[in-house]
């Protein structure tokens, strides 16, 4: 590996860290060890990251509110990542996480960003889908093992024809 190869690995790992990201995703997405992401983590946050389990997609999508928004925050990256289904593009990942943020949704009812990456992991997959709605055509989420049937989360909350 180049030294400026290496270099933009070690930005990309920290901006990831920085955004939240688990050192375990940071090293599978950069190629950085697992253990200097640990290290990088230590020294941005002054404490080890947290182990434990990140939540899986049915387990995280447990309420309308945290089906909106895994839809919504989704159906952007998909919009914005053409090739979703192939790749996770960590870059577009965060913007769309950043984006429906905006949306302005109580703290307690967004998913974290790691939950976020294993929805993505699973759209990868084909363990997740986006399901256009019937009458509004805006896509909604499908999760294997869903705890729900799913519908469409943006009709139900705003109605329509
Ligand atoms: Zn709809």
Redesign the pocket.
Known sequence: MTALRKHNQTEVAIWLLECGFKPMIVSNQTGISTQRAREFHREIYGIGSKSGQIKSPDGAIRTATAYMSASYCMSLYAAMTPEYKSWIDMGTLVRAIQLHQKLGLPKNCQLSCNEFYNIALSLRSGCATLEP?S??S?KHLSVRRMHFAPY?P??AAVGGP
């Open positions: 709605c009458k509004c805006a469409c943006y009709c």
